[in-house]
């Protein structure tokens, strides 16, 4: 009788920018924003040797009575805690756990006591002998992966997902990113040199997630726009596949870099591929905070204007935003302010500067006497939590500013303001989906669901129901606005949940002062408390 293998992507241990507590939490179905990759690629890796059932649990009950033989578990350090708990659990019930990606990669020997099998970096070229050894029943304590060419990554196994249950769903067309950042892990784990799939490979998985009903596809890329005529041959087949499709368009998502602006054509080649959606880590428009963390794709220009660019060819900017750098003063908080009002950005993903396990900063910080490893993991997955001491405030101050930053560019009045500025400068819209207004709509139960959710945003307040009726009218008078404005006030549904589930929400902070700490210097009581 052949072994089987219960893989299980555990929740975050905090709602988080980019998941769907909201809707549980408005007596919704639950649902996961992205569908997540790595299950139903692992579950492609182990099929021919093992029985794989897969439980994403921002959509499922995990089974803690299945009769698995092994229970995989998967995820980033933003679900740590979880994953013990469930590690634990399993482990009690005589399951053998086995446990990988990001985290256990980065952060091995903190997780090794809690798996009896580790896997850590990337499966492809050691899935054989992994699955191979559990179908026999014997195994080692840790596997190590290889930076695979993505010819070797196989077609994942989305019929083993929960799909009606995920907003989008997930295409992986690289890995890796050629950038310096010094605070980004990413580069870490999957290295510098950027690997593509071939075009037929990524237009196959899109297929199979077409068929499965998604419209909306996260191309989950680290830098999706860096090697320019790669990005190009890929946008134009896109284009020509999306425009072939008869059953509704779709629509693209992904995390470029704001370098992309700078090129004409590429701006148009993303639109007409029908990506409507872009992250970019802006972060700051700090310069010396740029430099000092070598994010010099993002120093010498016009944020504002590059990100301007972006609307004018119909696509929405995400921006990533961080405080907390050595070059960050007292000012660091309303000058952020400032510049998110003076942005086309509605959604901005606040967070203090963490120095994740293996990066550069985390070295850094630790040489300098500055790292609270005590506050590795917890300051990694909480956005307004740090395990730096910062240079010229206090870790207390540095809190302080980045809960008033966050009431202040979440307060209704300021994100309707940018609501309208990015309705202002949008452009003519030239995604496919827009071009098939006339097409009978592709409407999935999900989508039913999520403009049930949007109509809760007026029961926030008396000030987000005036907010919510003015953005819809001033959408009204520029059409093409109005599904990019559906969805950022569901986003802003989503992050008001997650504020009020950490504690940050106090909205009497939007009509204060901002903070204005004394500075510190370094070897000051709050930078010589360091736990070393």
Request: aromatic letters at 8%; one cysteine or more.
């Amino acid at each position: 009788m052949a072994k089987s293998l219960y893989l299980i992507n555990p929740r975050c241990d905090i709602p988080s920018y980019l998941s769907g507590e909201a809707y549980s939490a408005w007596g919704l179905p639950r649902t996961a924003v992205v569908a997540d990759l790595a299950l139903p690629t692992v579950a492609a890796m182990a099929q021919h040797k093992l029985d794989v059932t897969l439980c994403d649990e921002f959509i499922q009950d995990i089974d803690f009575d299945t009769p698995a033989d092994y229970v995989g578990l998967t995820g980033k350090v933003s679900q740590w805690g979880r994953m013990q708990v469930l590690a634990a659990e399993f482990r009690k019930r005589g399951k053998k756990v086995l446990i990988g990606g990001p985290h256990a990669s980065l952060s091995p020997e903190l997780v090794q006591p809690h798996a009896d099998i580790l896997v850590v970096g990337e499966m492809e070229e050691i899935a054989e002998q992994v699955f191979s050894d559990l179908a026999e029943g014997r195994f080692k304590e840790r596997y190590t992966g290889t930076r695979p060419e993505l010819s070797t990554s196989p077609l994942p196994r989305w019929d083993l997902y929960p799909n009606d249950r995920a907003l989008m769903a997930s295409v992986q067309t690289s890995r890796g990113c050629p950038f310096q950042c010094e605070f980004c892990d990413v580069i870490q784990y999957l290295g510098r040199k950027q690997r593509h799939k071939a075009v037929g490979q990524v237009l196959a998985e899109l297929d199979i997630v077409y068929r499965y009903g998604y419209r909306v596809v996260f191309l989950c890329d680290d830098n999706f726009t860096i090697y320019r005529s790669r990005a190009k041959e890929l946008l134009q087949a896109l284009k020509e596949w999306n425009l072939s499709q008869r059953q509704g368009k779709v629509e693209f998502v992904t995390q470029i870099s704001i370098d992309a602006a700078a090129d004409e054509e590429m701006l148009r080649m993303c639109a007409e591929a029908g990506l409507t959606n872009v992250f970019i880590g802006i972060e700051t428009p700090n310069e010396d905070s740029l430099r000092e963390t070598k994010k010099r794709q993002n120093t010498g220009i016009d944020l504002v204007e590059r990100i301007r660019r972006f609307a004018q060819h119909g696509i929405l900017v995400i921006g990533g935003m961080m405080v907390g750098f050595d070059s960050d003063g007292p000012d660091i908080f309303e000058r952020q302010f400032r510049f998110a009002s003076a942005t086309t950005i509605p959604v901005f993903t606040l967070g203090a500067l963490v120095a994740p396990a293996a990066t550069p900063l985390h070295a850094r910080m630790r040489a300098e006497g500055r790292l609270l490893e005590s506050e590795d993991v917890k300051g990694a997955s909480v956005p307004w939590s740090t395990n730096i001491v910062p240079r010229q405030m206090s870790r207390e101050q540095l809190m302080a500013g980045i809960q008033w930053l966050a009431n202040n560019l979440y307060s209704p009045a300021s994100f309707e303001a940018r609501i309208r500025q990015f309705i202002d400068s949008l452009g003519e819209r030239r995604d496919p989906r827009h071009l098939s207004a006339g097409e009978p709509p592709f409407v999935r139960q999900l989508d039913m669901d999520s403009m049930e959710l949007m109509s809760a945003l007026p029961r926030l307040g008396r000030e987000e129901t005036a907010m919510f009726s003015s953005v819809m009218r001033y959408a009204r008078t520029k059409p093409q606005s109005i599904s990019f404005v559906s969805t950022v006030l569901l986003q802003y549904l989503s992050i008001r949940h997650m504020y009020k589930e950490g504690g940050l929400w106090e909205p009497h902070l939007s009509r204060a002062a901002a903070p204005m700490p004394v500075p510190l210097k370094v070897g000051t009581p709050a930078s010589a408390a360091v736990t070393r």
